[in-house]
Nanobody, 125 residues
Framework: QVQLVESGGGLVQAGGSLRLSCGASGRTFSARVMGWFRQVPGKDRQFVAA????????DYTDSVKGRFTISRDYAKNSIYLQMNSVKPEDTAVYYC??????????????????WGQGTQVTVSS
């Protein structure tokens, strides 16, 4: 099992920045791909960004490319999401996710085995 705990959410003005953190504990060696999803009420949880396993490749959903950056600190068993130039449409609950054993990035919620509890990000206009 892998436990994930997010932090760093909050209220930010449009155009501002926010940094989300996710700490992993437990069998962290099995968490090859780690990423971020977001969800707004009444909608499905959507892929935001992820970083792959051995190659360390990253990918982002189109709407955040050039604004968000995902990074991973293996020594601290943590991943981060630096959110710059935020927009009101970025408002959502952000979830950290980990994919067990496989190295390839999945863009689907079902491709991840472990989830954090979520952290609210609210962008005011």
């Amino acid at each position: 099992q892998v436990q994930l705990v997010e932090s760093g959410g909050g209220l930010v003005q449009a155009g501002g920045s926010l940094r989300l953190s996710c700490g992993a504990s437990g069998r962290t060696f099995s968490a090859r791909v780690m990423g971020w999803f977001r969800q707004v009420p009444g909608k499905d949880r959507q892929f935001v960004a992820a970083q792959g396993g051995s190659a360390g490749n990253t990918d982002y959903t189109d709407s955040v490319k050039g604004r968000f950056t995902i990074s991973r600190d293996y020594a601290k068993n943590s991943i981060y999401l630096q959110m710059n130039s935020v927009k009101p449409e970025d408002t959502a609950v952000y979830y950290c996710a980990a994919r067990r054993w496989l190295d390839t990035i999945s863009y689907s919620r079902s491709g991840y085995d472990y989830w954090g509890q979520g952290t609210q990000v609210t962008v005011s206009s």
